[in-house]
């Protein structure tokens, strides 16, 4: 069934834009923008993440795959500027790239890539940036954040880098054309506000998102709450959406991690498909060196009248569950160099296909189970 959450309709571009305008004039308010003397600070930064894997999908009544690899781990290179312009108010900007440890190549500019003006009233910040229901648990909940082990295999229907419109099955995105509101931390509260620009328009659509997120951050307690809705992703006037909310504990060396979410569809008119996931996950640290880490996903099966699978979820009325175990463990050489090994499965019904994150496997069929397991190396600067 479709879920019976009454929300706000989308901004039209005209009132988004007239918003974005309003805003920027209040935060600019709040401060002098006059030039000081003092110098903007440019900072190189990034990682190189990447192990030999070995990776398998079986079962499903099709022939089994398997492969050795080397395996980037989303490695990423970024260049961070920003200029202090006094009276509590600085432009930052950002540019940020992949890199392709495994065999040299990548994009440049494919990830978080934007300006921002920063105020004490919060930042307005444009440009491509991953959307506010990715924070929710991607880097606070998952203790593998991204690779093969990580949880978004399932959780959030697989990663998408693309404009409104583009893998419209896909929730856990990063999104180009974005104007994004950051607010200022308030005892522990903060809050995003992001819409992407309707630069998309077709004959038959014009297709638009939303999104939203609320953190609360209080010595080892962190809870989240988020929301991202789809104008016209699949056909003019479709709406899809997303809630997803995640809490994370400590205790001592010890946290526990878990978040749950909703997404439903409208793929085609008159149908429907609704999927509900969760994740509940460990991290331990023995020692300053030694620490260890599990995670438990699941998805159940989906409902609604769709006939169709939509990325990774299966079909309605038909086995289409799955889950995912990932277990690793991370020897810190230093604060800045990790040695890892890791192991990961997914166990999907006869109709779902949900695969290996960021590295997938191809050619994999509904009701195959991949796996993977690996050993690597991580490198920050």
């Known amino acids: 069934m479709k879920s019976t959450t009454t929300l706000p309709q989308p901004w039209r571009p005209v009132q988004a834009v007239a918003a974005a305008s309003a805003a920027v004039a209040a935060l600019c308010a709040t401060g002098a923008l006059a030039q000081t003397t003092t110098p903007s600070t440019v900072s190189i930064y990034g990682f190189l993440k990447t192990d030999v894997e070995h990776v398998r999908a079986s079962g499903g009544g099709a022939p089994t795959l398997s492969a050795n690899r080397l395996s980037n781990n989303l490695s990423v290179l970024g260049f961070r500027s920003r200029e202090d312009l006094g009276g509590g108010t600085s432009i930052w900007a950002q540019f940020e790239t992949n890199v392709r440890v495994d065999n040299g190549e990548g994009p440049w500019g494919g990830r978080n890539t934007a300006i921002g003006l920063s105020t004490t009233a919060g930042q307005i910040v444009l440009g491509q940036w991953e959307a506010p229901l990715r924070f929710v648990s991607v880097y606070a909940i998952d203790p593998f954040t991204a690779g093969i082990f990580a949880s978004n295999s399932i959780m959030g229907n697989g990663f998408a880098t693309g404009a409104n419109g583009v893998s419209p099955t896909s929730f856990d995105r990063r999104q180009p054309n974005l104007l994004q509101y950051w607010s200022p931390n308030w005892n522990g509260f903060e809050f995003r506000l992001a819409y992407a620009m309707r630069e998309e328009r077709s004959d038959d659509k014009n297709p638009g998102m939303l999104g939203a997120l609320a953190t609360y951050k209080n010595g080892p307690l962190y809870a989240a709450w988020g929301y991202e809705q789809h104008r016209s992703y699949f056909y003019g006037g479709s709406n899809d959406d997303a809630h997803r909310i995640a809490a994370a504990y400590s205790f001592g060396p010890t946290r526990v991690r878990g978040s749950f979410e909703r997404l439903s569809y409208e793929p085609e008119r008159g149908q429907s498909l ?98 993977g397991m690996g050993l690597g190396v991580t490198h920050r600067f």
């Open 274 to 371: 609704t999927r509900n996931a969760w994740q509940i996950a460990v991290s331990h640290q023995f020692t300053p060196q030694h620490e260890v880490m599990a995670s438990y996903v699941r998805a159940q099966s989906p409902k609604g009248n769709t006939t169709k699978a939509l990325g990774g979820i299966g079909i309605p009325g038909t086995d289409a569950k799955a889950q995912q175990i990932s277990l690793g463990y991370t020897y810190h050489l230093s604060k800045r160099t990790d040695l890892w090994a890791a192991y990961t499965k997914i166990t999907n019904g006869a109709t779902s296909n949900y695969n290996l994150s960021a590295n997938s496997i191809s050619g994999m069929k509904p009701g195959q189970d991949p796996s």
